[in-house]
């Protein structure tokens, strides 16, 4: 069955620098993939969505690259704020199957 | 603005009493999905309805059920809850499932958190 790994030590940074997610995963390359943000107790907001055919995908401070040779996409915040400290969720899709498999998250702090 | 809906965000409930968590969505979208989340853990799918058609997940236990009386509402049933069954319930919708037709975000409601006494 497909495995997502992501990084389940939290990752501490300090404020104005970038951070950086890593979702790997095993098996089949997927159609596409999502970045989900979810703070604690809230259910998961959705951020940025990149297809298997596509390197990368930038929003505002937020880049995400796909990799399907390394199987791998990273999620990039630059500039990083306090207030972007959460729990940072990949979720694959593939065709097959017909639904979005979630990763266990990474959490994220990012101190002033 | 239109959004996912909840209730109750907090639900105790006695080991082996029947619960029922709640979900609307002002969205209109064609697929609700139910998620069970435990701490630190992915979000696990249970089932998901496309408009009517109700498609279940092969690993989910037949202790959950899930009832879609018209596109707004969603809920999930818990026949006999036990001590494992404690946990974030996650409802979340879609403009559709994705694959070829298209690739839709999911939008999530703030949970119903699940205590089991």
């Known amino acids: 069955s497909q495995k997502i790994e992501q990084n389940s030590e939290a990752l501490n940074i300090q404020e104005g620098k970038t951070a950086t997610l890593t979702c790997n995963y095993t098996?089949?390359?997927?159609?596409?993939l999502q970045w989900y943000r979810q703070d604690p107790g809230r259910g998961p907001v959705f951020l940025l969505l990149?297809?298997?055919?596509?390197k990368e995908k930038r929003k505002e401070r937020l880049k995400v690259t796909f990799d399907t040779t390394l199987k791998q996409s990273l999620f990039h915040i630059t500039a990083s704020q306090p207030a972007d400290s959460a729990t940072y969720l990949c979720a694959l899709y593939y065709n097959q199957g017909g639904k979005l498999i979630f990763g266990q998250g990474t959490e994220l702090s990012v101190k002033p | 603005d239109a959004m996912v809906i909840q209730n109750p965000r907090y639900q105790v409930t006695q080991f082996g009493k029947p619960v029922t968590l709640s979900c609307s969505q002002t969205?209109?979208?064609?697929?609700m999905y139910w998620y069970q989340q435990k701490s630190s853990q992915a979000p696990k799918l249970l089932f998901h309805?496309?408009?009517?058609?109700?498609?279940n997940e092969a690993d989910t236990p037949d202790n959950f059920q899930s009832r879609r009386p018209n596109t707004s509402f969603c809920f999930l049933d818990i026949r006999s809850p036990g001590l494992g069954d404690a946990a974030m319930y996650l409802c979340?919708?879609?403009?559709?499932?994705?694959?070829?037709?298209?690739?839709?975000?999911?939008?999530f409601g703030p949970g119903t958190r699940l205590t089991v006494t």
């Open positions: 979340a919708t879609s403009r559709d499932r994705g694959g070829t037709v298209g690739s839709y975000e999911q939008y």
């Open positions: 098996n089949y390359s997927p159609a596409y």
């Open positions: 990149i297809r298997e055919n596509e």
């Open positions: 309805y496309y408009d009517k058609d109700f498609n």
């Open positions: 969205l209109n979208h064609n697929v």
